[in-house]
T-cell receptor, first 114, second 111 residues
Framework: KAGVTQTPRYLIKTRGQQVTLSCSPISGHRSVSWYQQTPGQGLQFLFEYFSETQRNKGNFPGRFSGRQFSNSRSEMNVSTLELGDSALYLC?????????????FGNGTRLTVT | TQLLEQSPQFLSIQEGENLTVYCNSSSVFSSLQWYRQEPGEGPVLLVTVVTGGEVKKLKRLTFQFGDARKDSSLHITAAQPGDTGLYLCGGSSGSARQLTFGSGTQLTVLP
């Protein structure tokens, strides 16, 4: 069974631009979560989607948004990029929404903002 | 805001040594998960603990969830270079799917 696929693996953008990251969950998984990982802040929760509905949102500004499609694939968008948005963005899928359901992470998209 | 503190932040040991990594919080968690992350990859789940006092073993790794469900530890026996990686603990509470992660312990096992 294929794992969680994130594209692209690397992105370089300039301040003020916007970016869209894509995540394809494991087949059959309906829940997709997004996390931001930086050396200073560690792993921080962005949002979670289940059945195309945002179920939970972390403490990030409105420039960060996401959506989930009917096939469970998810995208996240960051508008008006800032230098501080440089990070590894990780997507994780799980079979169902629930605090005991294991998270399966992709290998991330490394975003660099210059 | 629930916070998880991991210690130590960095750990470098020789192959064959034992080590313990700690994950502490002032908050109660419904469950706690441990992940290992290697460079260029996403975290991989090692174990989930849900019951206070629970002990789980995974080969040379032993995980314990505190009685009050506020802390956890990971003990590795006879560490090997393949154990090198970033160890992360993540806790969740109530019905929130959101995991709060600690800052991680970067473990290096030298041959």
């Amino acid at each position: 069974k294929a794992g969680v696929t994130q594209t692209p693996r690397y992105l370089i953008k300039t301040r003020g631009q916007q970016v869209t990251l894509s995540c394809s969950p494991i087949s059959g998984h309906r829940s997709v979560s997004w996390y931001q990982q930086t050396p200073g802040q560690g792993l921080q929760f962005l949002f979670e989607y289940f059945s195309e509905t945002q179920r939970n949102k972390g403490n990030f500004p409105g420039r960060f948004s996401g959506r989930q499609f009917s096939n469970s694939r998810s995208e996240m968008n960051v508008s008006t990029l800032e230098l501080g948005d440089s990070a590894l963005y990780l997507c994780a899928s799980s079979l169902v929404a629930g605090y005991n359901s294991p998270l399966h992470f992709g290998n991330g998209t490394r975003l660099t903002v210059t | 805001t629930q916070l998880l503190e991991q210690s130590p932040q960095f750990l470098s040991i020789q192959e064959g040594e034992n080590l313990t990594v700690y994950c502490n919080s002032s908050s109660v968690f419904s469950s706690l998960q441990w992940y290992r992350q290697e460079p260029g990859e996403g975290p991989v789940l090692l174990v989930t603990v849900v019951t206070g006092g629970e002990v789980k073993k995974l080969k040379r790794l032993t995980f314990q969830f505190g009685d009050a469900r506020k802390d956890s530890s990971l003990h590795i026996t006879a560490a090997q270079p393949g154990d090198t990686g970033l160890y992360l603990c993540g806790g969740s509470s109530g019905s929130a799917r959101q995991l709060t992660f600690g800052s991680g312990t970067q473990l290096t096992v030298l041959p």
